[in-house]
């Protein structure tokens, strides 16, 4: 896989408030030369209904991943790659997934622990589809 071309809108994903997460996740993506765009997250702080999640921090995780898959879907992108700002990146990251052999029907990933050698807990990625006419709403799944 070419990590640039697979992934050409990667962000990670950040509270306002939490400007320490912000500077050691900019600091780390710079060592590894990787470009990404922060996104705002959503304060669990301010949620007001679940939305049947049974943690506040849950549902305003799941709602910043939606919206940034959204916005995603507004720029044009065909896949985005969406980092927490607690990720830990292998030094080595871009060339370790280069490595990885995606299908061609691929439509939703995770990077995290489970790929013990990329070191990446919190990394998702998303194949954005044009969705369901009018509704409005992105799907994840086959372009």
């Not at 070419?2 to 060592?31: A, H, V």
């Not at 049974?54 to 305003?60: H, L, N, P």
């Not at 969406?82 to 061609?104: K, R, S, Y």
Request: proline share 6%.
């Amino acid at each position: 896989m070419d990590f640039e071309k697979e992934f050409p809108l990667r962000y990670y994903l950040n509270l306002g408030r939490r400007e320490d997460r912000r500077t050691e996740m900019e600091w780390m993506l710079e060592q590894t030369g990787i470009r990404v765009e922060r996104f705002p997250a959503v304060d669990a702080r301010f949620v007001r209904n679940l939305r049947g999640y049974d943690e506040k921090g849950r549902y305003a995780l799941a709602l910043t991943i939606r919206l940034a898959i959204r916005r995603a879907k507004q720029t044009g992108a065909t896949s985005v790659l969406l980092l927490e700002d607690d990720a830990v990146l292998h030094p080595n990251f871009v060339e370790l997934v280069n490595q990885i052999e995606l299908p061609g029907d691929w439509g939703l990933g995770d990077f995290s622990s489970r790929v013990s050698a990329l070191q990446a807990p919190g990394a998702l990625f998303a194949r954005i589809s044009p969705g369901d006419p009018g509704s409005g709403r992105p799907c994840l799944g086959h372009p």
